[in-house]
């Protein structure tokens, strides 16, 4: 069974870093893309970033490039997303998923994953 749980969220001021988290389990990530999306209110859910599982190449969304980083862990079933210069459009429910298709669509194009986290909420308010 594949679980995947995202922790780390919080509520923070303008300008502020939180660092999320997600335990994968029920499948080893060398074989599989993960990617972190959003869900900002009243709007549809969005790739944020996600890493390839063929060469590890690392794909961010626009409205994040140069403000998110994601990685991940020594444990290699973690994936982590460090988010710096939070702003309230970054506002959402941050979900990590396992994307059905390449890294470079799964951050373009409407999300078709295949497993889900249950997402953890990410309010940025002054």
């Known amino acids: 069974q594949v679980q995947l749980a995202e922790s780390g969220g919080g509520l923070l001021q303008p300008g502020g870093s939180l660092i999320l988290s997600c335990a994968v389990s029920?499948?080893?990530?060398?074989?599989?893309?993960i990617g972190w999306f959003r869900q900002a209110p009243g709007k549809q859910r969005e790739g944020v970033s996600c890493?390839?599982?063929?060469?590890?190449?690392?794909y961010y969304s626009d409205s994040v490039k140069g403000r998110f980083t994601m990685s991940r862990g020594h444990a290699m079933n973690t994936v982590y997303l460090q988010m710096d210069s939070l702003n309230p459009d970054d506002t959402a429910v941050y979900y990590c998923?396992?994307?059905?298709?390449?890294?470079?669509?799964?951050?373009?194009?409407?999300?078709?994953?295949?497993?889900w986290g249950q997402g953890t909420q990410v309010t940025v308010s002054s």
């Open positions: 890493i390839s599982s063929s060469d590890g190449s690392i």
């Open positions: 998923g396992v994307p059905r298709v390449p890294c470079i669509v799964a951050v373009t194009a409407p999300p078709s994953v295949s497993y």
């Open positions: 029920g499948l080893t990530l060398d074989y599989y893309v």
